[in-house]
């Protein structure tokens, strides 16, 4: 904003360099941000929360574990799912990754599955598969796939050429690339693949809430049920599972985790071919499109809530939940960053980050909904807290990589030039690639009453009203492909992406 | 040392030809000739044009040539015995290749053993190339390029991370397996006393096209444009350095 | 490489399809949800010493998951809500209510307020309830949204979200409470079952919140049994299971309903929910 009015930039806003382009860049997105915000409903209802939270607080701090019903099948089950489906996600990924950037066809399907939030494939996969390990992994494999194949594409595509244009002439095209473009990648892939499997136990988790019986089905109705010891117990699980995730995950670890799990995840449903044509079939379309009756039509499409608002409220949300997260993460990062503070503060810096990240998002607008009553607000903390705190963990990694150029700067000096500068671009593309999340977890938060695409969505799930839903899921999914490729566009050229894990 | 032989059949001649990448040309109009059984260094100050002139010279040898790049194109994740096999990854099928990669192949095993002790890498052949020193990925690169057993070696700078001693015992495996080669250098003195013909490049076109053995380290010097400023002491380009604007200023980024 | 050939080899192992014929049932009870499966085994064991099969429990989340897995026969007994219930039995023809909870012939909601909004217990909803904030309970619940919401209709003639400033589903009656007591929501609809075990346990603060108007009575949970159960199980099974749950007496197998006891129920009943539910657009 102070650009336009200004007859001059301020000397660190001029000029060409990245610096400066980034700052543009940055405050163009909060002004937007400003801008928009009176459009958003943001009032303040607080009467009486303390009891409530008081009782949260209560059983976060004395969780309740015997209250747990078999903790460990579930803690087993949600890490099956996540494995399995990150597995499953790139076996069906990889040979797409392939073949990504020479199919237009290829890119366009996985953008579509991409767009559309697990929670949702499980509620459509629900309708085939009913409650099984099957549901589970194909609502985490198929988005998983389009998400693997075109980072695996992007991180294949930066190998060096170097040690391919050395290769003697006359080399087959497999053997070059498992000689000379595999073994380079690799540990980008396999980085990325451990990253993704993090997000995979989130997901996990987040399938408990629509009935899977991982650790989100009893936390989900714990919660909501006010039973907070038992919640309590089960929130601590998760956080250290995702705290101790580095040892248990070792490498020599995996396939013995990989074996178990599969004892874990059946018995496998018996796949009803009748029920799956009946589904793709019938309950998918508009019944006056399959009878052929135009006038019907016309009449189903007017029973459909009003799209305008719902887009409206969806993108807003996104919008300022991405720049909230972008504020969070630069205030979180330096908590959890070997660089800054002391080992106590390091360690209660990282814990927080796992808390706000692990926590999910339904659970931590309730929180909020309770403390500054029902609007946009609680919605917007929630997102801009969980995305913030993932991206402020990933920038601490990444700053704990560099080593500064000049040791013994004081802590300010040491963040203004040293780190941000190196960390700032990825940190402002990785926003970039969340803007795409948190616009497919808008709408998630339809419990609050904000009536976004997912609010209706979900609404038509529960109506058993599939060819809305689908419909639905359509739009959400276009609305996400326009978002992400102007987010590609808008996203600043300098932003360098070697950490494959910042996508 | 063994006396030119300019008697020998022309391997290779260029007449007037543009040498560059896709549309810019780095060196107009070059002419020269590649007899069979020569030893040729290749000098030139950085950005002279030699890998271009080594890349052309590889794309028209083809098979005949065995090629040895700068900054040695090695795989770091793969194994010193396995980057070594890529030397000759054409001659077995992708399954091969493949199962190579799970198992070593008897083989050629044998055959990469036989050259990584004579350069020194027995005892490393298992070990990833990300976690060798410079000169022992130096290494790893020629035995690759020993081991396509070719008649022509062509080098980018194969001995430069190497110490002067070492470069020599190279120099002479290289040349003890390959009738003819052509190697970029930066030392003027292993150019002189070790190869039969120097090609000097500057600004573009060929400066020196001339046996070792007329040529003396003076009429190197005049390759290199910063010699000849130094030796003079006048006439330097570059006034004293100005304070770079701020939008020059260039804004690190990524991994240190 | 080798770990992939393992977990090929353990994919193969866990391939076994899933076992002959089992009786299954689901139920979601309107209050507290936990320890479903070790609580409603027990009653899965009772009913399958009454019916002579096995008999298994599936624990689902939702009425909507509940309704699908009785569609697509992964249940073939369930323990509905009254909507969930006529729509479980439009989509699977010839299916049929069995039985009710004894409290369920005469169900009501009650419609709570914060003790801010001044508004006191009386006949009908006052005036005053207009542009204050309301939430409602899960959005396929027949006491925390269908009923309610039919009934703000008729006292306002009005939609809910014309006639309140604020329309929420909180997703939970338990939920509904807490919302209402911590005044994040002026007002309230809540299964009158829940309010009053809330009460009764303390769970509520009645100065921060109370009742002030309670629905008619309608008809709401109820056992409904697919079709086709006959033929699968043998002739006269429908009435078997009729009979099992009509004559449920152990109080800790009532509890986990939780319900007194069942009485008879057929579809007939269930008309006026399926009337309001067409009216309101959720179901067609």
Same mark, same amino acid.
């Given at each position: 904003m102070s650009e336009a009015t200004l007859p001059r930039r301020p000397a660190w806003l001029?000029? !060409?360099? $990245?610096g400066p382009r980034l700052a543009r860049h940055t405050l163009t997105l909060v002004a937007l941000a400003v801008l928009l915000l009176?459009?958003? &409903?943001?009032s303040v209802v607080t009467r009486d929360p303390w009891t409530e939270l008081g009782r949260m607080l209560q059983g976060l701090a004395w969780? &309740?574990?015997?209250?747990?019903?078999s903790p460990f099948r579930a803690l087993g089950l949600t890490v099956s799912v996540a494995l399995w489906g990150t597995l499953a996600g790139v076996v069906l990924g990889f040979p797409l990754a392939l073949v990504f950037t020479r199919s237009r066809l290829v890119r366009a399907g996985c953008a579509f599955v991409r767009a559309i939030h697990e929670l949702f494939w499980a509620l459509l996969f629900l309708q085939v598969f009913g409650l099984s390990a099957l549901t589970a992994l194909a609502a985490l494999a198929i988005p998983y796939a389009g998400i693997f194949a075109k980072v695996f594409a992007e991180i294949l595509e930066q190998t060096p050429r170097a040690p391919a244009d050395a290769l003697p002439p006359g080399v087959g095209r497999l053997s070059r690339f498992l000689y000379a473009e595999l073994p380079l990648a690799w540990t980008q892939l396999a980085a990325y693949t451990r990253y993704r499997f993090e997000c995979g136990l989130r997901a996990s988790v987040l399938l408990g809430f629509v009935?899977? *019986? $991982?650790?989100g089905f009893q936390l989900e109705t714990a919660f909501r049920e006010g039973r907070y010891p038992e919640a309590g117990a089960l929130l601590w699980c998760f956080y250290l599972l995702i705290a101790t995730l580095p040892w248990w995950s070792h490498r020599r670890l995996v396939p013995l985790l990989i074996i178990g799990g599969a004892f874990l995840l059946g018995p496998w449903p018996a796949v009803d071919g009748g029920l799956l044509w009946r589904f793709v079939?019938? &309950?998918?379309? *508009?019944a006056p499109l399959l009878a052929g009756d135009w006038a019907g039509l016309v009449e189903w499409f007017a029973s459909i809530p009003d799209l305008g608002p719902a887009i409206g409220n969806t993108l807003l949300l996104a919008l300022l939940g991405t720049v909230g997260a972008l504020l969070v993460a630069m205030a979180l990062w330096p908590l959890a960053s !070997?660089?800054?503070?002391n080992p106590a503060s390091r360690l209660a810096g990282r814990g927080l980050l796992i808390l706000l990240r692990s926590t999910p998002e339904l659970m931590l607008a309730f929180v909020f909904l309770l403390l500054?009553? =029902?609007?946009l607000l609680p919605a917007w903390l929630a997102l801009a807290l969980h995305n913030g705190a993932l991206i402020a963990f990933l920038a601490a990694r990444h700053a704990d990589a560099l080593e500064p150029?000049? =040791?013994?700067?004081?802590a300010s000096g040491r963040l203004a030039y040293e780190l941000l500068p190196r960390i700032y671009p990825s940190l402002l593309a990785l926003l970039y690639y969340r803007a795409e999340v948190i616009l497919r977890e808008t709408?998630?938060?339809?419990m609050l009453g904000i009536a976004t695409l997912g609010y209706y969505i979900d609404e038509n799930f529960q109506y058993l009203m599939f060819d809305v839903a689908a419909f639905l899921l359509l739009v959400t999914a276009g609305l996400n492909i326009a978002v992400d490729s102007l987010s590609r566009r808008l996203r600043p050229r300098e932003a360098p992406l070697e950490d494959p894990c910042l996508r | 040392m063994a006396p030119t032989e300019h008697t020998h059949e022309t391997l290779l001649a260029l007449d007037g030809v543009d040498l560059g990448h896709g549309s810019q040309v780095?060196? @107009?109009g070059l002419s020269l000739r590649l007899a069979r059984g020569e030893r040729i260094a290749l000098l030139g100050p950085?950005?002279?044009g030699k890998s271009t002139l080594l890349a052309a010279l590889r794309a028209r040898l083809g098979a005949t040539a065995a090629w040895c790049p700068q900054h040695h194109g090695?795989? @770091?994740?793969?194994a010193v015995y396995h980057n070594v096999y890529m030397?000759?990854?054409?001659?077995?099928?992708a399954l091969a290749n493949l199962w190579n990669l799970v198992r070593p192949l008897r083989g050629p095993w044998r055959e990469v053993t036989e050259l990584c002790e004579l350069l020194g890498l027995e005892g490393l052949?298992?070990?990833?190339?990300?976690? %060798?020193?410079g000169g022992q990925r130096q290494r790893t690169a020629i035995a690759r390029a020993l081991y396509q057993g070719r008649e022509v070696f062509l080098g980018?700078? @194969?001995?430069?991370?190497?110490d002067p001693h070492q470069a020599l015992r190279l120099l002479g495996l290289i040349e003890e397996r390959h009738a003819t080669t052509v190697v970029a250098l930066h030392q003027r003195e292993l150019a002189l006393s070790h190869f039969d013909r120097v090609w000097g490049l500057r600004d573009g076109r060929l400066a020196i096209d001339a046996p070792?053995?007329? %040529?003396s380290l003076a009429d190197l010097d005049a390759l290199y444009p910063d010699a000849e400023a130094t030796s003079s002491g006048?006439?330097?380009?570059?006034?004293e350095p100005a304070a770079p604007s701020p939008e020059a200023l260039p804004c690190s980024r990524g991994r240190a | 490489m080798r770990w992939i050939a393992a977990s090929a080899a353990a994919f193969a192992l866990f391939a076994q399809g899933a076992a002959a014929d089992t009786f299954r049932f689901t139920a979601i009870p309107?209050?507290?949800?936990?320890?479903l499966v070790e609580r409603f085994s027990k009653v899965a064991d009772y009913l399958e010493e009454r019916l002579g099969v096995e008999v298994e429990y599936v624990p689902v989340k939702s009425y909507g998951a509940a309704v699908t897995a009785f569609r697509n026969d992964q249940v073939q007994l369930a323990w509905f809500g009254g909507l969930s219930g006529v729509q479980a039995r439009r989509l699977v023809p010839?299916?049929?209510?069995l039985a009710q909870g004894a409290?369920?012939?005469?169900f009501k909601t009650y419609f709570i307020a914060h003790e801010s909004t001044g508004l006191e217990a009386g006949d009908e909803l006052p005036?005053?309830?207009?542009?204050m904030s309301f939430t409602f309970g899960s959005?396929?619940?027949?006491?925390?949204?269908l009923m309610p919401d039919y009934y703000l209709r008729q006292r306002f003639s009005e939609a809910p979200d014309e006639i309140f400033s604020r329309v929420g589903f909180s997703g939970d009656h338990s939920r509904t409470i807490a919302l209402v007591e911590a005044g994040t929501y002026q007002l309230g609809a809540v299964n009158y079952a829940v309010w009053d075990a809330a009460v009764e346990d303390g769970r509520v603060d009645t100065d921060q919140v109370q009742v002030i108007w309670s629905t008619p009575t309608y008809p709401d949970y109820q056992w409904t049994l697919r079709g086709d159960a006959d033929e699968r199980f043998g002739e006269g099974f429908s009435d078997e299971v009729r009979k099992a749950l009509l004559e449920m007496k152990n109080p800790e197998l009532l509890d986990s309903f939780p319900r007194s006891a069942f009485i008879p129920a057929d579809n007939a009943m269930y008309a006026p929910i399926e009337n309001v539910a067409e009216e309101l657009g959720l179901l067609r």
């Open positions: 001029a000029g !060409r360099a $990245t009176p459009l958003a &409903d943001l969780p &309740d574990f015997a209250g747990v019903e009935g899977l *019986p $991982t650790l079939s019938q &309950d998918l379309w *508009p !070997r660089h800054f503070g500054l009553g =029902p609007s150029g000049m =040791p013994g700067l004081p709408a998630i938060l339809g | 780095v060196l @107009p950085s950005g002279a090695l795989v @770091p994740g793969l030397g000759r990854l054409a001659e077995r099928s052949m298992r070990r990833p190339v990300g976690q %060798l020193s980018d700078e @194969p001995v430069a991370s190497v070792a053995s007329a %040529l006048t006439d330097r380009h570059d006034a | 309107d209050e507290d949800q936990s320890r010839g299916s049929r209510a409290e369920d012939a005469a005036d005053a309830v207009e542009d959005r396929t619940s027949t006491s925390g949204r």
